[in-house]
């Protein structure tokens, strides 16, 4: 179970298809995502607290259902910028047996980010590029839960720093029986950065 935590425009979109694309030829590997959540269920305002609670309870029950099928590696798609919703998984994770990685996708730059959401609002209309604003940046940005405060509470949970600005992969934290699955998480997010836009 690989759970994508950042804010917009750090890459956690494109570096999780990314590590769908490298695990999928390892093993099944399923990519849910809250912009299609979003789109299926037509909650398409980014800014409405309510609507976000509907997408990451929808995210869950489908995570859920591949855990408890066993079908498929699992990679979640979002901002998860609040600690209950990365609980909720990670306790499915534990109830089912899957061993769970936090990807941390970060940019130093501002000016990066500012430049990234200006060419969000030149591509096709799409959820995915609707959040092209610094407003919806900083918002999500300062209603974060950071990742200190799992470790705190002793989330079993290994925690991948990625930096898609420098292309850089650092390995934070793991959990004390270390992880059987790290080599391919490594190898997966950084599977596609030869083709990240600079």
Known sequence: MVVMFGYPATGKT?????????????NPTSLLTTFTIREEL??????SDEQRKKVYREMMSRANSLMEASSSHAILDGNFNKYTNRKAIYDLAVQHGYEVFVVHCDVTNHAVIEERLERRKNM?????????TMDLYHLIKNTADPLEVDLQNKSLINIIKVN???QTVAVEHLTET???????ILNGV?????????
Do not use: M, W
């Open 190 to 198: 950084q599977y596609d950065f030869r083709k990240v836009p600079k």
């Open 178 to 184: 270390g992880s059987y699955n790290l080599k391919d």
């Open 164 to 166: 898609s600005e420098l």
């Open 42 to 47: 037509g909650l398409v305002d980014l800014h």
């Open 124 to 132: 096709p209309k799409s959820i995915e590029h609707a959040a092209s």
């Open 14 to 26: 494109y570096t999780s298809r990314a590590l769908q694309k490298y695990c999928s030829q390892l």
